[in-house]
């Protein structure tokens, strides 16, 4: 995987996990860099999130590193600002750059006090190991309740060359993206200004981060960054630029379905496709509410090819429509037509449901070109029981 330029990556152990793995990441770019981010809506949001959106709007949209520790969320506590202002303030410091160009994560356990001396005494060797070639490094130290590391790159051509796209992320529980959702980091070597990042960040993650369910729950501390430092040298054309949002977008699909394929516990990924509504607002609502039914998914996880909680999710998501109006697939087999079961081979249906990917696509007949593309998980036990001792 091809990196883009100007960025070098660090992570160290910290102490802050109870595992000794390392917890805390550096991300720099060589020269400022244009930036935007999503957060999360919840209201009970972590001072690392608050913190990281005042210093986006202090320098009007510019950083030069992002600092990640795991293990603790830095949320719902006493020290939590003054623990997210001390470790910025001391990662500037050996970067020597504004603390308000430092951007901030936090994730991990909720109400827990963060010892800040954990980080700010690490503040130089983390530094000190900065490398062009210690991207996996940071992806790992990023994850928690993962299984996997979530990665994806891509690469665009312009006259005189290729810009670059680089992407991680990491989550696998307390996941319902309104904004953002999980942390995640998306690194180009394109020259962006920060409003042309705002945009392209907003209409890509409403396609990919805020169309991704796990378990229905937003996170205090949801977070997605996107950097641009112009260090290709390359200039593009508005038609470069079309280009280079298209990619962004499939990149962060990738990533969201990384997450999704993923989720505690989970076994199979799930993909919800919604079309004929009045509008794609109303195909996400659908959507969504399919893809956070523990019904729906507890079906799918048991291979059972239950149309009738898919209905019964789709009529709960304040959606007009007529029953009579309806068809479902799964598995690309038709279940349902005209709001009324077909004859179909059950046999057959469950054994495609024992797949690895299940498809899912819920049709209205003549209410409109309204569609929606979501993507979720299966409910296992397995999601109960890392759950239940999370914090043990």
Same mark, same amino acid.
């Given at each position: 995987?091809?990196?883009?330029?100007?960025?070098?990556?660090?992570?160290?152990?910290?102490?802050?996990?109870? /595992?000794?793995?390392?917890?805390?990441?550096?991300?720099?770019?060589?020269?400022?860099?244009?930036?935007?981010?999503?957060? !999360?809506?919840?209201?009970?949001?972590?001072?690392?999130?608050?913190?990281?959106?005042?210093?986006? /709007?202090?320098?009007?949209?510019?950083?030069?590193?992002?600092?990640?520790?795991?293990?603790?969320?830095? $949320?719902?506590?006493?020290?939590?600002?003054?623990?997210?202002?001390? !470790?910025?303030?001391?990662?500037?410091?050996?970067?020597?750059?504004?603390?308000? +160009?430092?951007?901030?994560?936090?994730?991990?356990?909720?109400?827990?006090?963060?010892?800040?001396?954990?980080?700010?005494? +690490?503040?130089?060797?983390?530094?000190?190991?900065?490398?062009?070639?210690?991207?996996?490094?940071?992806?790992?130290?990023?994850?928690?309740?993962?299984?996997?590391?979530?990665?994806?790159?891509?690469?665009?051509?312009?006259?005189?060359?290729?810009?670059? =796209?680089?992407?991680?992320?990491?989550?696998?529980?307390?996941?319902?993206?309104?904004?953002?959702?999980?942390?995640?980091?998306?690194?180009?070597?394109?020259?962006?200004?920060?409003?042309?990042?705002?945009? %392209?960040?907003? &209409?890509?993650?409403?396609?990919?981060?805020?169309?991704?369910?796990?378990?229905?729950?937003?996170?205090?501390?949801? !977070?997605?960054?996107?950097?641009?430092?112009?260090?290709?040298?390359?200039? %593009?054309?508005?038609?470069?630029?079309?280009?280079?949002?298209?990619?962004?977008?499939?990149?962060?699909?990738?990533?969201?379905?990384?997450?999704?394929?993923?989720?505690?516990?989970?076994?199979?990924?799930?993909?919800?496709?919604?079309?004929?509504? +009045?509008?794609?607002?109303?195909?996400?609502?659908? @959507?969504?509410? =399919?893809?956070?039914?523990?019904?729906?998914? !507890?079906?799918?996880?048991?291979?059972?090819?239950?149309?009738?909680?898919? =209905? %019964?999710? @789709?009529?709960?998501?304040?959606?007009?429509?007529?029953?009579?109006?309806?068809?479902?697939? %799964?598995?690309?087999?038709?279940? $349902?037509?005209?709001?009324?079961?077909?004859?179909?081979?059950?046999?057959?249906?469950?054994? &495609?449901?024992?797949?690895?990917?299940?498809?899912?696509?819920?049709?209205?007949?003549?209410?409109?070109?309204?569609?929606?593309?979501?993507?979720?998980?299966?409910?296992?036990?397995?999601?109960?029981?890392?759950?239940?001792?999370?914090?043990?």
């Amino acid at each position: 995987m091809k990196l883009p330029l100007g960025y070098r990556y660090s992570s160290l152990y910290a102490g802050i996990r109870k /595992a000794a793995k390392d917890d805390l990441s550096l991300i720099v770019s060589d020269a400022p860099a244009s930036a935007a981010g999503v957060f !999360t809506q919840n209201k009970a949001m972590a001072a690392p999130v608050i913190l990281s959106k005042k210093n986006l /709007a202090a320098t009007k949209g510019v950083a030069s590193a992002i600092l990640t520790n795991a293990g603790n969320a830095n $949320c719902a506590t006493r020290t939590g600002m003054k623990v997210a202002l001390e !470790t910025t303030r001391a990662v500037a410091k050996v970067l020597r750059v504004p603390a308000s +160009k430092v951007l901030v994560c936090s994730t991990g356990v909720i109400g827990v006090e963060l010892d800040g001396s954990k980080i700010t005494s +690490k503040a130089k060797a983390l530094a000190d190991g900065l490398a062009t070639d210690r991207f996996e490094d940071v992806v790992s130290a990023i994850m928690t309740t993962d299984l996997v590391p979530k990665k994806a790159h891509a690469a665009i051509s312009v006259k005189g060359g290729a810009v670059h =796209i680089a992407g991680t992320t990491k989550g696998s529980g307390m996941i319902q993206p309104l904004m953002a959702t999980t942390l995640g980091y998306v690194m180009t070597d394109a020259a962006l200004s920060p409003s042309e990042l705002r945009g %392209m960040l907003k &209409r890509a993650s409403a396609r990919s981060y805020n169309a991704m369910s796990v378990d229905g729950d937003t996170s205090t501390n949801d !977070t997605l960054f996107l950097l641009a430092n112009g260090a290709s040298g390359l200039k %593009m054309t508005a038609k470069d630029k079309g280009v280079f949002e298209q990619a962004l977008t499939v990149l962060l699909e990738d990533l969201a379905r990384q997450i999704a394929r993923d989720g505690e516990g989970a076994k199979k990924l799930v993909t919800i496709d919604v079309t004929g509504t +009045k509008s794609d607002d109303e195909a996400m609502r659908i @959507a969504r509410q =399919i893809g956070n039914s523990p019904l729906v998914k !507890t079906a799918i996880a048991g291979s059972d090819p239950n149309w009738g909680r898919v =209905i %019964m999710a @789709a009529g709960n998501a304040g959606v007009d429509f007529e029953l009579r109006n309806v068809s479902i697939t %799964m598995q690309g087999m038709l279940v $349902c037509k005209n709001g009324l079961a077909v004859d179909f081979s059950e046999e057959e249906l469950t054994a &495609r449901l024992d797949e690895p990917d299940t498809h899912v696509t819920f049709a209205v007949k003549g209410g409109g070109n309204g569609g929606a593309r979501f993507y979720t998980c299966d409910f296992t036990e397995g999601y109960i029981k890392i759950n239940g001792s999370y914090r043990t």
